[in-house]
């Protein structure tokens, strides 16, 4: 075999194991969890006594969690939002919830220039349940990585 072939496919040996490589440390996970209250709400209380806890897990460009809540009625809807404790902020992601029992679970699509965001920054953004009676916000609670 001619050095030039030897150095030809050398060359493209590595050029596969970079590339390789590359892509398995891409996907990230960012663990995260919030203790949510309607005394957490900015502006208008949500229902007295209502809690809830999100737990979720940020992988690549998905975002898996599990909300439970209590002391709701008929919740709506459920979002990530960006904004400190004191502020209301934009939603930013739609968890796309199915509440059934005092519970919603699901995995949904997440950007990756957001999954980087709220991984260096989770406080900076919230969970937040919306029901009628309080559609601008019924519980909600800043996120925290674990």
Sequence with gaps: MGNRRIATLTALT???AVAGT???VAAT???LTAALSASKEVGNAGP???????VGTISGTKLCYTLKYSGLTKPLAAHIHKG???QNG????????KFSNGKAAACVPIKSTLASAIAKNPKGYYA???TQKNPDGAIRGQLAAH
């Design 90 to 97: 934009s939603i930013v992601l739609d968890l796309k919830p």
């Design 29 to 31: 996970t960012t663990n």
């Design 84 to 86: 400190t404790a004191t």
């Design 128 to 130: 937040n349940v919306h």
């Design 14 to 16: 590595l050029v596969g």
């Design 48 to 54: 007295t006594g209502a809690k809830g806890t999100f």
């Design 22 to 24: 590359g892509a398995a």
